[in-house]
């Protein structure tokens, strides 16, 4: 993070909490909120905030603190966490209906697939996704929540819900259908992909690098998956 990033993120966390005045400020209406009158300003560009004086302080909304410096605010609802990081850019909160679990008879490839083309919208190809992304489920496949791994859990979020994981070892071609995360190790590394496409040959991907950046139209043969070690299913489609 460079030195001027670092004192406009130190300077508005200060001025987030700053006392506006002091005896005044501790009358009867102690917790009564207000909109401020103040103004804000971020490496000197007025900036619009959301802001409410409470017993003297201006409150402002993270995700709005974030979305004026540009550092990442990420929330895990499973473990009631805010994620604060400097070092990655802002993205805004995933708010999609296709979160909600789906009933097996609305389940299809077709929707599935719907689901997840339509994260390309707020995500197109190069895009930096929040990372890291927790999941609703505590029960997922992944430990870390970045990088490819946690770009197939939000992909698959959005698609399948709080529905539950199964993996499967060596999967037949056959098995793999639109949504499945296929996840692979060799002597290098190991790699997490979203099927969006499956043909006789190979399949077309999302995925995402080391650097959180989503990537879309990839393909990876049949062949060379079903020679790579540790070669894993993981769906989320009923038995």
């Known amino acids: 993070m460079s030195r001027k990033r670092e004192a406009i993120f130190m300077g508005i966390g200060i001025l987030a909490g700053l006392a506006l005045s002091g005896p005044a400020a501790q009358a009867a209406d ?13 490496d000197g ?8 004086q409470i017993h003297g302080n201006n409150f402002v909304k993270l995700r709005d603190i974030g979305k004026a410096v540009d550092f990442g605010v990420t929330y895990d609802a499973a473990t009631n966490s805010v994620y604060i990081d400097p070092d990655i850019p802002y993205a ?5 209906s296709a979160q909600a679990t789906p ?5 299809t490839e077709e929707n599935v697939r719907a689901a997840i083309l339509a994260l390309k919208q707020t995500y197109p190809h190069g895009a930096v996704y929040p ?8 029960h997922r496949p992944y430990t870390n929540c970045d990088h490819c791994a946690g770009w197939a859990m939000l992909c698959s979020d959005a698609a399948f819900g709080s529905l539950p994981w199964r993996r499967v070892d060596n999967p037949r071609w056959e098995d793999i259908r639109a949504g499945d995360v296929l996840d692979y190790r ?6 997490a992909i979203v099927v969006i496409e499956k043909t006789n040959e190979y399949v ?16 990876y043969p049949r062949w060379w998956l079903e020679q790579q070690p540790g070669y894993t299913l993981n769906t989320r489609y009923p038995q």
């Open 30 to 42: 102690y917790l009564t909120a207000r909109p401020t009158t103040q103004t804000f300003y971020v």
């Open 45 to 52: 560009r007025q900036v619009q905030f959301e802001a409410y």
């Open 92 to 96: 805004e909160e995933i708010t999609t």
């Open 103 to 107: 009933t097996p008879s609305a389940l």
């Open 131 to 138: 990372a890291p992304y927790c999941t609703k489920s505590l």
């Open 186 to 191: 060799n002597e290098y590394s190991g790699h």
């Open 204 to 219: 077309k991907v999302t995925e995402s690098g080391m650097n959180n950046h989503t990537l879309w139209g990839g393909q």
